[in-house]
Nanobody, 125 residues
Framework: QVQLVESGGGLVQAGGSLRLSCAAS???????MAWFRQGPRPERGFVAA????????AYANSVKGRFTISRDNAKNTVYLHMNSLNSEDTAVYYC???????????????????WGQGTQVTVSS
């Protein structure tokens, strides 16, 4: 089974930028890959998703225009470029692989069946 490992999290000042990476091993990454995050609320919130070609993406309203999801299929890696970070972006960020058959970006946790361990992003004001 594919395993996902996130990296790139850390502490950043408000207004700053970070790039998260999600590397897949043990197989090929799914057609659809996504990022979710979990802050003070117990549920994971959708951040962004991307299809295999990269032509189709979806973003949560709260990150549109600030975050960009991309992928390098040759490297089995998905990225999340985060700009203009604010304190509300503080969370653990999780990479997720879409279930077999999912071919368009989807915002629901139930559409994804492989998850990474998460990487902490903390934005200081």
């Amino acid at each position: 089974q594919v395993q996902l490992v996130e990296s790139g999290g850390g502490l950043v000042q408000a207004g700053g930028s970070l790039r998260l990476s999600c590397a897949a091993s043990g197989g090929t990454i799914s057609a659809v890959m996504a990022w979710f995050r979990q802050g003070p609320r117990p549920e994971r919130g959708f951040v962004a998703a991307i299809d295999w070609s990269g032509d189709s993406t979806a973003y949560a309203n709260s990150v549109k225009g600030r975050f960009t999801i991309s992928r390098d299929n040759a490297k089995n890696t998905v990225y999340l470029h985060m700009n203009s970070l604010n304190s509300e972006d503080t969370a653990v960020y999780y990479c997720a692989a879409g279930r077999v058959g999912l071919d368009t970006p989807a915002p629901f946790v139930s559409h994804y069946d492989v998850w990474g361990q998460g990487t902490q992003v903390t934005v200081s004001s």
